[in-house]
Each structure stands twice: as structure tokens, then as C-alpha cells.
């Protein structure tokens, strides 16, 4: 039988020990250049995503209000807005009646499950339905109205949705959930403009930390976290740092069944899926919002002209 460090050494060609030598210095040098940025901006979105931003909501508010007067809102769609504006994130449920929303779910399982139209992950630990809005217009309605009163008062000005995705999360064997990301189930913040929203939307029952939940800090608890010199880079945390990201005094989950919602600012707060165990996975739907000019418009004009999904296209070749 062949020795298991001997085993190893086969395995250590000069290839992956250059790309591993690589990879340990890109972190370093991604690890050093952010750590002013993070600082200063109390996020690990990047400084391209952060300069300018507020300023140019401010902008926005100002050319929207001059044009459009007050923003008419409920006082439910003003607390929810002052809780996204707060904490980074608000929670609803669902609002539609249980035979359509299981309907609907019979079909985004049908298509995802269809291998024409859905796409694997490159580790093939997600599967992506291509062209979501195209092949089931019916989730369309799932971005409702409660749901853009709630942005549009959030952002006081017209918002434009960026990408509409459908994916499903399966479980992965034998990985270190902290250390191993197969799916963004390290905690991040997400590399875009840091003035964007996500709007997540389950499409299955039953979501809870063992079967997949989306887990996350609040805008306040994020700040503190990233601002510590423990959380040196995604991929290198010290071990405090890995304590503190999954202490459950902090720690949130997004919990529930077919058809909640939570909309979360994902530049402001740590964010991370959970990995579902054995025999479960989770199917989600989100919409990627960002404040814009003009008028506010209805959901149908807003999901009317969806630009083409670039990481979907990027796994397509």
C-alpha cells in the first residue's frame, strides 16, 4: 500500500503548487488593499461599489421629489422601510393563497429539475433556471405591490430591478461550511454597488438552518464585525472571527415557507447560506433592486425589459 504522504506528493505537481502559492497571495495582497476600505466604509463590498454612492442617492431623492412631491405611504410600508433603513433587512410574509403558490411551485421544481432549462453551478452544488421570467411568468406576481411601496420608501425615489435569478442549494457532503464556499455559504458581503437590495423570495417549505436558511448580521452587528482585524479577508478569518460569525446571539435566519420574504441590503450585512443537510434543499427566487431616475413604476414595467443574467451566461460558455 503506498504511503499517505507519499500519496500527497504525487499529488503535488508544480502546477498546483504555483496555483496554490497564487491563491495565497492574491488573498494576502486582496486582504491588505481592503482593510483601509473596510475601515472606512464598515463593509467588504469594495471601494468602486461605496465611493459616491449616498451621494448620488441623495441626488436621486432630490430630482425625485422636485418631480413627484411626497412619497404616499401606509404606516405598515413605513415601519417595514425604517427597519430595512436600520437593521439592513425586513421580513414578510407571504400574501397570496396557498393553491397558487404551490402551483407555482410545482413548476420552478418541474423546470429546475428540466435540463434544458436549468444550468449547473461549475461545482455542481446549485442549478440555475435560465430565463426565469420567460419560461414562468407567473413568478412575476411575487414582486407585489406591498413589496414596492416598501423599496420606494425605503430609497425615496423610483428603484429599477437588474436581474431576476431562480436557483436551487443542495446538500454537499464531507465540507467545512465555514471554510468550504460551494454556494456563498461563507459569510460576505456582496461585490456591488452598496446602495442595492435583494428581494428573496422561498420557493420551498419548511426553510429552516438545517435545510438551507439564508444566515446573516444586521447592518450594526456587520459594521462591528468587519471593522475587526479578525475578518481579514473572506478566505482568511482568524478563528475568534469564525466564533463570532455564527454566535447565535447575533446571528440571523431567514426561516419559513413557500412564498416569505426578506428584502436585505447584502453590501451591509454579512450574509452566507446555509449548506441543507442530507435529503433537503432550498429553491429561491430573489430580485436584484437599485435606486434609479424617474417615475416609480409598476411591478409589470419593471420586470418588462430585464437585462441578460452575466454569471448565467459566463456558466453557459
Not at 413557500?258 to 453590501?267: A, E, K, M, P
Request: charged share 25%; aromatic share 8%.
Amino acid at each position: 500500500m503506498v504511503p499517505m504522504s507519499e500519496m500527497k506528493k504525487k499529488h503535488l505537481t508544480p502546477s498546483r503548487i504555483m496555483r496554490g502559492i497564487y491563491n495565497r497571495l492574491k488573498v494576502l495582497i486582496e486582504g491588505v488593499f481592503s482593510t483601509p476600505v473596510k475601515i472606512c466604509y464598515a463593509n467588504s463590498a469594495g471601494l468602486q461599489n461605496n465611493f459616491g454612492e449616498k451621494r448620488r442617492l441623495k441626488r436621486l431623492q432630490k430630482d425625485f421629489l422636485l418631480q413627484s412631491g411626497q412619497i404616499p405611504a401606509s404606516q405598515s410600508t413605513t415601519s417595514s422601510a425604517q427597519s430595512l433603513q436600520q437593521d439592513g433587512y425586513c421580513t414578510l410574509p407571504a400574501s397570496f393563497d396557498r393553491e397558487t403558490l404551490l402551483n407555482l411551485q410545482q413548476r420552478v421544481a418541474e423546470q429546475i429539475e428540466n435540463s434544458e432549462l436549468s444550468i449547473y453551478s461549475p461545482n455542481g452544488a446549485t442549478r440555475f433556471l435560465l430565463e426565469p421570467l420567460d419560461n414562468i411568468p407567473e413568478l412575476r406576481m411575487l414582486l407585489r405591490e406591498e413589496i414596492c411601496a416598501i423599496i420606494t420608501s425605503y430609497y425615496k425615489c423610483a428603484f429599477r430591478v437588474e436581474s431576476v435569478r431562480v436557483w436551487r442549494n443542495y446538500h454537499v457532503p464531507d465540507i467545512d461550511t465555514e471554510k468550504d464556499d460551494k454556494f456563498s455559504n461563507t459569510f460576505h458581503h456582496d461585490n456591488c454597488p452598496v446602495l442595492g437590495l435583494r428581494v428573496f423570495v422561498l420557493l420551498s417549505d419548511g426553510v429552516n438552518r438545517e435545510t438551507g436558511a439564508l444566515r446573516f448580521h444586521d447592518k450594526n452587528t456587520s459594521k462591528n464585525i468587519v471593522r475587526r482585524l479578525g475578518y481579514f479577508h473572506r478566505e482568511k478569518l482568524t478563528k475568534s472571527m469564525r466564533q463570532r460569525l455564527i454566535n447565535p446571539a447575533t446571528l440571523k435566519f431567514f426561516e419559513g415557507n413557500l412564498g416569505d420574504v426578506c428584502i436585505c441590503n447584502t453590501q451591509e450585512c454579512l450574509h452566507a447560506a446555509s449548506v441543507p443537510k442530507l435529503g433537503t434543499y432550498r429553491d429561491m427566487l430573489q430580485f436584484e433592486i437599485y435606486p434609479t431616475d424617474g417615475s416609480v413604476k409598476a411591478a409589470d414595467e419593471l420586470l418588462a425589459n430585464i437585462p441578460v443574467d452575466k454569471a448565467l451566461l459566463t456558466m453557459r460558455g
